[in-house]
């Protein structure tokens, strides 16, 4: 796959990965066109659920060469998030280059032969066709389609259901007896809205997995722990471990172990996951947390949650909906729940329609999603890029340097290798993802704790030092201090000089 005549390209989405990709290609010189469905730039941010937000400290969820205004709230509001996204457009001159309520509805090989796609639009009520060299799909790794379980008996129900994303205020749980359903950042952040309005909440889990809380012992910033070197090579090794990482899961496996045990015994601790709930269980996930920090409902609670747990405002059940009756819902633990509104924080669904069967045939449709080398691209579709499919905890970042990446893939400042060789680079992903990652829709874009291997391979695809920490302590810092989007400023900025040959040959 030779990408450097590429000069047109498409991008399908104008939410973070959109508008990071167009910015980083329209410094290179490339005329970029991207599409966006809804009436208003910002993807998941442009149309959020009630008291939606940032769920991490605000200096890790921003664009590393521009920074959020200062005063900006931590864990940042939806609202103010959505704002820094028009700015952004403003401020690299996105926006004369998106188009609003522009739907893909099919991508199609050119028909002409030339390296490319050709992308069908639904706009303005008519259907059209352009052509592209490159088309990138930065629609994020779910779409706006809800995930909608098929519970028996709904059809009987007298109260209200709805999903997170019809939730927009607090408005339809004023007042109500209310059964949230599920247990990610959606689903307890309905759960909360709930106790501020409604006469009862509960909470329906199937399994509770291990919170992050966003200060460790309520003192330390989660990233301390959780975002540097030192727990990245303690978590699972990575698809290619290196020496260091293979030594520590070798002889030094039960200093692992109780590092992993530690972290669960201060999680227990200062969460209270022993409090007894409903039926007399409590919130003491099954898996270990190493490997339940992979798993899909990864999240970051509010404080206030577990307090409400233990009050019992928020009453939780570790089970499941067996069926809707006429005035509540049926577990299968036995229970009845007498209940008027039910929330289904039961997240989204990927959509990828606009492909083609033999091109959704050729990522794989397996359970658990599909594999692409270096998380972006199948060689038996050139010309065709993913961005923003990967989930880490900063997506943010890793969407930066994908988009660098690309941008470096382009100008010819490195080479991609054979397709047999990626083919088995994407064969042992699977492979090695399936031996020991929890199960999930979207496992195959999954990295979590390997952000950061992740990321130095991205860096050392491109020539650039993966090691970015700098001053007199570097070598500690790359250790023990967390690495956070502004590490990468240059790097994403397209102006880094490490003292080795110019990255740029003009």
Same mark, same amino acid.
């Given at each position: ?220 910033? %989660? ?118 509104c039910v929330v289904l924080g039961t997240g989204w669904n990927s959509d990828y329609s606009f492909l083609s069967n033999e091109a959704r045939e050729t990522l794989g449709t397996d359970a658990d999603g599909f594999y692409l080398y270096r998380h972006m691209l199948h060689p038996d579709l050139p010309n065709l890029i993913f961005i923003g499919r990967t989930s880490t905890f900063l997506n943010i970042l890793t969407y930066c340097l994908q988009a660098r990446w690309l941008a470096e893939l382009i100008a010819g400042r490195f ?23 929890? %199960? ?67």
């Amino acid at each position: 796959m030779d990408l450097r005549g590429v000069q047109h390209v498409g991008i399908i989405g104008a939410g973070v990965a959109g508008l990071a990709t167009a910015k980083t290609l329209q410094a290179e010189g490339l005329d970029c066109t991207i599409f966006e469905r809804a009436e208003r730039l910002g993807g998941v941010w442009a149309d959020g659920y009630s008291n939606f937000g940032v769920q991490v400290q605000k200096e890790l969820y921003q664009f590393p060469d521009w920074p959020l205004p200062e005063g900006t709230p931590n864990f940042t509001p939806g609202p103010i998030f959505q704002k820094y996204l028009e700015d952004y457009a403003d401020r690299f001159q996105i926006r004369s280059h998106i188009r609003l309520g522009a739907q893909v509805m099919a991508l199609t090989p050119r028909s002409d032969g030339t390296p490319g796609w050709t992308v069908s639009i639904e706009e303005s009520g008519g259907l059209h066709h352009e052509d592209f060299d490159l088309v990138v799909i930065a629609t994020g790794l779910y779409s706006n389609v809800p995930n909608l379980p098929d519970i028996p008996g709904q059809q009987e129900f007298e109260g209200e259901v709805l999903h997170i994303s019809q939730v927009k205020t607090r408005a339809p749980l004023d007042s109500k007896r209310v059964a949230v359903l599920g247990y990610g950042k959606s689903a307890t952040d309905a759960a909360l809205e709930a106790a501020a309005v409604a006469d009862d909440v509960h909470i329906v889990l199937r399994e509770p997995h291990w919170p992050v809380p966003r200060n460790l012992a309520g003192i330390l910033p %989660f990233k301390w722990g959780m975002l540097s070197r030192f727990t990245g090579a303690l978590a699972p090794p990575y698809v290619r471990p290196t020496p260091v990482v293979r030594w520590l899961h070798g002889l030094g496996k039960p200093l692992v172990w109780s590092f992993w045990r530690l972290v669960e015994c201060l999680l227990f601790i200062q969460w209270g996951l022993g409090t007894r709930i409903a039926n007399g269980k409590n919130l003491v996930p099954l898996k270990p947390v190493d490997v339940d920090c992979f798993g899909e409902a990864t999240m970051l609670p509010r404080p206030e949650l577990y307090r409400l747990i233990r009050q019992g405002r928020i009453v939780a059940h570790r089970t499941e909906i067996a069926a809707f009756t006429r005035d509540g819902i049926a577990l299968r633990d036995g229970d009845t729940l007498r209940v008027n509104c039910v929330v289904l924080g039961t997240g989204w669904n990927s959509d990828y329609s606009f492909l083609s069967n033999e091109a959704r045939e050729t990522l794989g449709t397996d359970a658990d999603g599909f594999y692409l080398y270096r998380h972006m691209l199948h060689p038996d579709l050139p010309n065709l890029i993913f961005i923003g499919r990967t989930s880490t905890f900063l997506n943010i970042l890793t969407y930066c340097l994908q988009a660098r990446w690309l941008a470096e893939l382009i100008a010819g400042r490195f080479g991609l290798p054979g397709r047999e060789a990626m083919l088995a680079e994407i064969a042992q992903l699977r492979v090695w993802k399936r031996g020991w990652m929890p %199960f999930s829709a979207a496992r195959g874009a999954r990295l979590q704790l390997h952000m950061l291997y992740y990321h130095d391979e991205l860096l050392r695809d491109f020539g650039a030092n993966p090691l970015r920490k700098r001053g007199i302590f570097a070598p500690l810092k790359e250790l023990f201090a967390p690495y956070q989007p502004s590490d990468y400023q240059a790097i994403v900025a397209g102006d880094w000089d490490d003292g080795r040959a110019s990255r740029r040959s003009e």
